[in-house]
Nanobody, 115 residues
Framework: VQLVESGGGLVQAGASLRLSCVASGITFSINAMAWYRQGTGKQRELVATISSDGTTTAYADSVKGRFTISRDNGKNTVYLEMNSLKPEDTAVYSC?????????WGQGTQVTVSS
């Protein structure tokens, strides 16, 4: 099983980024998916979740209205569109699959937002 994130980088405040997480080795379409983040010296935070069919999403209050989670089950990929980025969004962003038997984590991608 592999979850591979990409799309992170260094941007200025106010910019946008789109993260991707490609899954292999799981039946992607039956897994709910989630994005988490962890800043340096901070606890890991659940950022957004999406149901297996993509019809239900949920967001942390800190990103509501700025971030959008989506998925393409044909491509085994979940996305996190991040707009109006703030320095406090700086963190390692990781995706997680939530399956009927097991959950899996990706390695993460660094997002750094400069002021």
């Amino acid at each position: 099983v592999q979850l591979v994130e990409s799309g992170g980088g260094l941007v200025q405040a106010g910019a946008s980024l789109r993260l991707s997480c490609v899954a292999s080795g799981i039946t992607f379409s039956i897994n709910a998916m989630a994005w988490y983040r962890q800043g340096t010296g901070k606890q890991r935070e659940l950022v957004a979740t999406i149901s297996s069919d993509g019809t239900t999403t949920a967001y942390a209050d800190s990103v509501k209205g700025r971030f959008t989670i989506s998925r393409d089950n044909g491509k085994n990929t979940v996305y996190l569109e991040m707009n109006s980025l703030k320095p406090e969004d700086t963190a390692v962003y990781s995706c997680r699959s939530v399956g009927p038997v097991r959950n899996y984590w990706g390695q993460g991608t660094q997002v750094t937002v400069s002021s």
